[in-house]
């Protein structure tokens, strides 16, 4: 293919994409998508210069929700070459193009690419060759001489007013920059043919430019043609981003801080910590052999180490405010990878437990060697785990804290999540320094031994249940590459605990197999686990499109978020939400309920959780008749069938309970 074109001149070109049925692409914003990528080479002096992006579409998923901004039919990319005037005519010169894509049928993507190349002859004459093209195929968004807007942000929300010089309907807004989720619905108000009012909930965790609006007004003109128009505003209030800034300000540091400090304090009492009662218990009891001032120094190692990894979690928190800003409470089980990887360490803990498996000396020896180094970094690591296990689920108090440390300033999430961890570890630190608790302690003797034996099941109770959250989350295949990585950890301690050279290597062989088996899992999923869990339990899936067309037909709905990691949320699922007498009175009262899965990493969840002021499950929301989608209202984190009743059977709308 070639073009001819004289020095200084230039020349149109168009890049053509077709587009199999059911398949898109994405454009310069692709929601959650990967936009076209066009990377030009031209020789010195030459340049390629992009004449915009055609008008995009929504791209939706296979449950009706938008899952991008692209184009599904046949797509023109328009570009300019120019030439230098110090071009020569004859010359023949080569322009490349690599181009690249992210094709998605719903949720099923591939990547894509091409490679082409353009012969450019300079000539003399100021004829230019071009190919020959209807301009309308284009479809590029038109000026807005003609067009009227005004731009505002309230209340968390972006409002465009609109005035056209003709009749238009079906209007959807497609910004730039993402300062809108993609997936949040937009509503238009019809004022007559030519005006009209759009508004939409700003991402309020977007970090860039919140002063303009710009992007691109799709409409249906009044012979049905699909046309844009290029807007870019400014906007006239207060940005949401410092709505919500105020409002953390407003509820104060020092009352996040003292949520936080409860709310560790209660987690010791929480399911979520079941795993690590072992290790506490174990910990308890090596300290009955010390004297005071090391049960003191066993007590703030322990105490450290809680510390140290709140710190650290909340160090991870601020870094995914700035990278990734859906990241939240929790998350860290939402990877498989992680999953697996707390699963063989749980198994090699109660390995190490029974003996099989030799990582230190035994408890009957740990009296004298907890006085040394060794022994105070075996209280810091306990302290280090318990916090890793415990976190991903949240005690009462704690849910306010930690949606004030996810918006706060870093030096005031940091004191939450510090705080968080005293609270957590002050019980353990209390009993190492009071004289008066030191006489219950037992004595130590040979029943150590046998305890911490016995102590090595509930670590396996916690490995198995890592293993059913893995298999949630990706497949039965991932459920079984995780027993086998903990069967080859096991045979690798049998190997290593009869010495030798053969034993040693083979040991080390068994723990590299399974430790290299983690890798695969995170390409591992399971679309339909979220599926299954809420036809399990008799609601409907969350979508916040799903969730609004409820309340426009003035539904009651009751709306929940769980994980089959949060063991809080199992436990309330069993006790109070799952009971016959609990879904009998929503048939009886025509509430309707809705689940929001949160096993694995869902953004839209992310976000919603977010707007409530929290940073993870379990979230419980009542939705009452007439109210609207940020007028839910918040149940305690601890449910019993009489405190679902009780909120869903008085008008509570806007209140807050649970605190």
Partial sequence: MSVRMEPGGAADVRIRLEHQPGWSTFWINPGAGEAIVARWEAPEGWSVEAEGWPTPRRIMDGEGRVFGYGYDETLFLPFRIVAPNTARPGDIKSVELELQWLACRERDCVEGGASLSLDVEVSASAETSRPEMNPDVLTLPESADQWRFDASTAQGEFRLQIIAPEVIDDLYFFPVEPVIWHADPQTVTRVSSTEHELSVRADPFYQGDRSRLSGVLAFTDGEGAYRGVSVALPLDAQSPSSEVAASATAQGVWKAIMFAFLGGLILNLMPCVLPVLSLKAIALARTASLKPAAMRADGWAYAAGVLSCFGLIGLAVLIGRSVMPAASWGSQLQNPVVVMGLALLMTGVGLNLLGVLKLGGSLQRLGGALQTRQGLRGAFLTGMLAVLVAAPCTAPFMASALGYAMIASPLGALAVFVSLGGGLAL???????????????????????????????????????LLWVLGAQTSHDGMAIGLLACLALAAAAKALSHGGRVGQTLGASLIVLGASSVLPLAWLSDASASAELVESQGGEGFSRQALGSLLADDQKVFLYFTADWCITCKVNEATALRTQATLDHFERNDIRLMVGDWTREDPEISRFIAEYGRAGVPLYLYFEQGAGIDEGVILPQVLTEEIIRQHTTQSLQGAEAGQ
């Avoid at 320094?433 to 046998?450: D, E, S």
Wanted: net charge positive; hydrophobic share 55%.
């Fill in 427 to 465: 019980p353990y630190l209390v009993i190492t320094h009071a004289p008066a608790t030191q006489h219950l302690l037992p004595k130590p003797g040979p029943w150590m031994q046998a305890l911490q034996q016995v102590l090595a099941f509930p670590m396996f109770v916690t490995a198995i249940w």
